[in-house]
């Protein structure tokens, strides 16, 4: 059952905490390779979700906790420790279970038109360290 | 834990999620792909650790699919609020000096990307440069000023890495926000371009 893919990752990198092999946290289930959700993907808890927060222990209350403010499942795996795998299979369990919402990019908008405009024009807006351009 | 429902009250109702989009800053080990990241990110660049597909060259690990096996790198990556509706993420690459790399992980989705380059270093960009054309990602290739070069003239660079004529080689400066923020731009200029040479 509780397969150690753990075990495949590089020895001795010497990245943070580690003391539970990854993997442990969600009974050795992996996500399909082709089947992640993309790293941008947003994550925001349900209203539900934060009231239930009781119902979860560990890593997976401590996802929906700070979900209470959007944001990537990148910056959630930072943010929590967690390797980045190990987060797309616990939102997942958490989305099943109505304590998250997942917002995948939408398909194809990376040849999107008006969001490429949107894109160009928010950058052009942004303040940059000389004052605005 | 830093988010606190607070005592005695409910968590306000979440706010609703942005939209995300994603550009890539690609490039050789050490090429300035963090320092560009940080000059245009709202946050600090954070790292986090990515699956990447390395074909394998001559190895046969029967434990996995035949000549793939997956790793995890580190990768750098920061993201600017455009609005309070758009947020844009940068994903850095993880800067690995071997060949065969699959950033699929990292690149699916993304708007564009900009390959970072030390003209001194110039084969360090190969492989990214063959993979965005492989992927027909509209990318630009951007010739880090590091202080203490003589500047390359960029047609030289462009003769030397042989890209398309519809590929910019431009010189950028990674630490400079204006900098970074203009060549974000004109990557997505050239995907405008061809999205709507497609409409």
């Known amino acids: 059952m509780s397969r150690d893919t753990g075990e495949k990752r590089p020895a001795g990198r ?3 905490p580690g003391v539970v092999r990854p993997f442990l946290l969600t009974e050795g289930r992996v996500v399909a390779p082709g089947a992640e959700l993309p790293m941008e993907t947003q994550v925001v808890a349900t209203t539900e979700g934060l009231r239930q927060l009781g119902a979860l222990a560990f890593e997976r209350r401590a996802i929906v906790e700070a979900c209470g403010v959007p ?25 099943a279970g109505r304590f998250l919402t997942v917002h995948e990019p939408r398909a194809a908008i990376n040849t999107d038109v008006d969001v490429l405009r ?9 303040p940059t360290a000389a004052g605005r351009a | 834990m830093d988010f606190e429902a607070g005592p005695g009250g409910l968590p306000a109702e979440p706010a609703p999620a942005p939209m995300p989009v994603k550009m890539v800053i690609a490039g050789g080990f050490g090429v300035g792909k963090t320092t560009a990241v940080a000059a245009v990110s709202d946050v600090p660049p954070l790292t986090t650790e990515a699956a990447i597909t390395e074909v394998a060259a001559g190895v046969d690990d029967v434990s996995m699919t035949p000549n793939k096996t997956t790793t995890t790198v580190a990768m750098d990556f920061g993201s600017v609020m455009l609005d309070p509706t758009l947020k844009l993420y940068l994903f850095g690459t993880p ?13 699916e989705g993304a708007l564009g990307a900009l390959v970072v380059v030390d003209s001194r270093r110039l084969e360090d960009c190969f492989p990214a440069v063959d993979y965005f054309e492989r992927r027909t990602m509209p990318f630009a290739v951007a010739v880090n000023r590091f202080a203490d070069t003589v500047p390359h003239p960029l047609d030289a660079v462009r003769e030397a890495l042989d890209v398309e004529s519809e590929v910019p080689v431009i010189e950028f400066d990674a630490r400079d926000s204006n900098s970074v923020r203009d060549s974000l731009i004109i990557v997505l200029e050239l995907a405008l371009a061809r999205a709507m040479a497609a409409a």
């Open chain 2, 95 to 107: 800067g690995q000096d071997r060949f065969g790399f699959m950033w699929d992980d990292v690149t």
């Open chain 1, 14 to 16: 010497g990245t943070q």
């Open chain 1, 71 to 95: 944001q990537s499942l990148a910056e959630l795996a930072v943010r929590l420790g967690l390797h980045l795998n190990v987060v797309r299979v616990l939102a997942g369990d958490l989305r």
């Open chain 1, 118 to 126: 949107r894109v160009i024009n928010g950058l052009r807006a942004i």
